[in-house]
């Protein structure tokens, strides 16, 4: 009896967390679009691209503009879709690797002082 409680609280705060994580097509990143029920690389290739080339979504419906995201797409991921306000999941900062840590100019130090 404990344990379906206890499986019952946990999925709960699941759901919740997943309600308050929509994915904000202004800022996401690949991996983020790709989260999304029915998108993946190919489209969330094509959202990211045609943002960079249209400017900001205005409204979530307007992923429809996007080629090959019909309404069908869209009903299933217009739950975890946002573009802005409170609702929003930021884009997770790039992960740097070793090659790109090693091409990046290194800081001048400040002289010691004797």
Do not use: C
């Not at 009896?1 to 097509?25: P, Q, W, Y």
């Not at 995201?69 to 930021?90: D, L, Q, R, W």
């Amino acid at each position: 009896m404990l344990k379906k409680l206890f499986l019952a609280v946990f999925a709960s705060f699941a759901l919740m967390s997943m309600a308050f994580a929509a994915v904000d097509l202004n800022t996401a990143n690949q991996a983020q679009l790709e989260a999304l029920s029915g998108i993946g690389p190919s489209k969330a290739k094509d959202i990211i691209d045609f943002r960079t080339k249209n400017g900001p979504f205005k409204t979530t419906e307007d992923i429809m503009k996007v080629p090959g995201i019909k309404e069908g797409t869209y009903t299933k991921i217009k739950g975890e879709i946002s573009v802005g306000g409170k609702m929003a999941a930021p884009a997770a900062p790039a992960k740097m690797d070793k090659s790109m840590k090693a091409s990046m100019p290194m800081k001048a130090s400040a002289p010691v002082k004797k």
